[in-house]
């Protein structure tokens, strides 16, 4: 196996270990969520819908199917995600809980989650560019 198969293999399942992350308890994941996240302020249903374009962007770009969705998909929702984590930590300068990880999570929000939204939008690109 490739290094290139292997960085996408990685972050793609990443994407997806995330996801079950976030699904185990929707709920407090999409209230923390709702902490930082500038669409979700704006429409709460989509916290709810975040960890299922997760899932399905990472399931979709494992299998190398459906390109023109798991595309799409993973850089908006990394492209939104990013912005919001860096608004809120580096201009708000705002000390809040990530919930990358799910809803029970004592990590800090930051550089840990802004790189899970900027891996999302890498893999996007990559994918966008590498695939035919």
Do not use: H
Not at 45 to 62: K, N, S, T
Not at 104 to 121: A, Q
Request: proline share 3%; net charge positive; glycine share 8%.
């Amino acid at each position: 196996m490739s290094k290139r198969v292997s960085i996408e293999w990685f972050i793609s399942v990443a994407m997806c270990l995330l996801a079950v992350q976030k699904l185990q308890d929707i709920e407090s994941f999409s209230t923390m969520f709702l902490n930082y996240d500038l669409l979700a302020q704006r429409w709460v249903r989509y916290g709810y819908l975040y960890p299922f374009g997760e899932a399905l962007a990472g399931v979709l770009m494992i299998s190398g199917a459906m390109i023109w969705l798991s595309v799409p998909v993973a850089l908006f929702i990394g492209s939104v995600g990013a912005f919001s984590v860096f608004k809120a930590v580096y201009i708000d300068k705002r000390g809040l809980k990530c919930a990358c990880v799910g809803g029970d999570s004592n990590v800090p929000l930051g550089f840990i989650s802004l790189t899970e939204n900027l891996m999302m939008v890498a893999m996007g690109l990559w994918m966008l560019i590498s695939k035919p």
